[in-house]
């Protein structure tokens, strides 16, 4: 089946291979420490890219400069053309367009799944409450907890809490998906329930670029693997090469290690 007999995700326009995220010579410093080292990384339209590395390597920096959660001290990043706003309404039509899943699920602890979902398009987008909430049951739906959005996000695990943090990026028709390490806060029976809510975004044709610790996923899933180590990017590759013929020692040493337990 193909991504477009599925269904393409709403904000996944455009043509397929041109570039819609793209970091030129991207540098950061947290006072004396270089934690983005000469980032050029260019990211097209429905491709999965998977950032994997060693904890401090810088992968969770990078994730949060494409929405301007960190800022960068040198380089250009673009979103479909356009720099990232500074500030203000043209920044949070931004963060709009560029949907984050967190490790912590950041919802609203006093909303209804219902609510935390409609929050953003009724604010933000301004859309009619009906029409917000019809599509929030829809996402809730896809997502396998239609069924709790009555409930409080403390009334659900871990697990559902994230696929409701999903469908609440979702909900904003974003142009592009950020998972900073979306399953590392969950016991190891939930992850999997998360990581088969992305896989099957992945097949609907949403851009994403996802930094996790989870190589399952990065093989099955992943169109290219970024490789990062000190800041820097050491090493992309297809998820096969990657993985079957790791090219740098510092790849090499990293997989050595993950891949025997």
Not at 73 to 79: E, K, N, P, R, V
Not at 215 to 222: D, E, Q, S, Y
Request: charged share 25%.
């Amino acid at each position: 089946m193909t991504v477009l007999e599925k269904g393409a995700e709403p904000g996944a326009g455009g043509a397929k291979g041109e570039p819609l995220v793209v970091l030129e010579g991207v540098n950061k410093w947290y006072g004396d420490l270089h934690v983005l080292q000469d980032i050029n990384l260019s990211v097209k339209r429905r491709e999965v890219v998977v950032v994997i590395g060693p904890s401090g390597s810088g992968k969770s920096t990078l994730c949060r400069t494409i929405n301007r959660l960190e800022t960068i001290d040198q380089g250009s990043i673009t979103l479909d053309g356009q720099p990232l706003p500074q500030e203000g309404k043209a920044l949070a039509g931004l963060r709009a367009e560029v949907g984050m899943v967190f490790q912590s699920f950041n919802l609203f602890a006093h909303k209804t799944i219902l609510e935390n979902v409609t929050l953003g398009p009724i604010k933000v987008r301004k859309q009619p409450r009906a029409e917000a909430e019809k599509r929030a049951q829809e996402l809730l739906d896809r997502v396998g907890v239609g069924h709790q959005a009555s409930k409080y996000p403390a009334q659900l695990s871990g697990g559902q809490q994230q696929r409701v943090a999903i469908a609440r990026a979702l909900a904003m028709e974003p142009k592009v998906m950020l998972f900073d390490e979306p399953t590392s806060a969950l016991d190891p029976e939930m992850i999997k329930e998360v990581l088969d809510v992305m896989v099957d975004l992945a097949e609907r044709g949403m851009t994403m670029i996802v930094v996790t610790h989870e190589m399952g996923f990065a093989r099955t899933a992943g169109d290219r693997v970024i490789f990062m180590s000190d800041g820097a990017i050491a090493e992309e590759n297809t998820p096969e090469s990657f993985f079957t013929n790791p090219q740098s020692d510092r790849a090499k040493d990293f997989l050595g290690k993950i891949l025997k337990h």
